[in-house]
């Protein structure tokens, strides 16, 4: 089954852009994965093609009109009933790996990519279509944003990572930050890889990897930590805030 993305942009050479590289590239010419581009312009009545208007109430910037969006939102439902409308917004609710493996298992994704100052807010209202974030910060357009989410959606496809990295034991997978990785040189700058990683005992290179998880999770993302652990400050597998000894 191919998966299918749809693109409602004000700049559609912008795809696939990198997503013809790599991985992802590979997969598109491999049928992988299929990419459309609506021009929102294209749906916008009057002569002059206007999609942005000044906002209501007053203020700097535009916004992008409600009857033009509402139009190219109906033309990928049209193409595409099956797939969820997501439009790319900083005040939508954060993406997350868990979200991307459910829609990276679905018929494809449709989308919308703001600019200016964003989207009329009736189009929420008006058709099924749910504002995501990719973080915190603020972004001058949603195209970057749209090739973030298809990236992460497509590396998790049957066939494009591999077999032997399905991604089960990555960030976010089971809660956690990954633990970190080593390679050759054993020794960089005075700087051994940990002794443990070359001991050969998978049960022990298991566990110093989980605590590792655990460690990186509670100091750079206590949320994350708090979740995971079901307490701020508790460690379900006796982690050390403090360096293991093997490292
Ligand atoms: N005035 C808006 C920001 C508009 S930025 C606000 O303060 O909420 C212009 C466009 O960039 C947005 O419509 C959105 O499509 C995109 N964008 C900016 N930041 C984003 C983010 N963190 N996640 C997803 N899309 C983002």
């Not at 969006?69 to 993406?95: C, I, N, T, W």
């Amino acid at each position: 089954m191919t998966f299918a993305a749809t693109i409602l942009t004000l700049y559609p050479e912008m795809f696939p852009g990198p997503l013809g590289q790599s991985i992802a590239g590979r997969a598109l010419d491999e049928g992988r994965w299929s990419l459309e581009t609506l021009q929102i312009r294209d749906f916008a009545t009057d002569k002059h093609h206007t999609v942005d208007d000044t906002p209501a109430g007053g203020g700097a910037g535009m916004v992008m009109k409600a009857d033009v969006l509402g139009a190219a939102v109906d033309a990928a439902l049209e193409k595409q009933p099956g797939a969820p409308v997501l439009a790319m917004s900083p005040r939508g609710a954060p993406l997350t790996q868990e979200r991307v493996r459910s829609l990276s298992s679905g018929p494809g994704v449709t989308v919308l990519c703001g600019r200016f100052e964003g989207f009329d807010e009736r189009i929420f209202e008006g058709r099924p279509v749910e504002p995501v974030s990719i973080g915190d910060y603020v972004l001058s357009g949603g195209e970057i944003g749209a090739l973030a989410l298809l990236d992460a959606c497509i590396r998790l496809l049957p066939g494009v990572m591999g077999a032997a990295s399905s991604g089960d034991e990555e960030s976010f997978e089971a809660g956690l930050l990954e633990y970190p990785h080593y390679t050759r040189p054993q020794i960089w700058e005075g700087r051994r890889i940990p002794e443990v990683l070359r001991s050969g005992d998978h049960a022990k290179i298991a566990a110093w990897r989980k605590a590792q998880a655990e460690i990186a999770t509670r100091s750079r993302r206590p949320d994350l930590w708090e979740r995971y652990s079901g307490a701020p400050d508790q460690s379900p597998s006796g982690a050390q805030r403090e360096k293991s000894k093997d490292e």
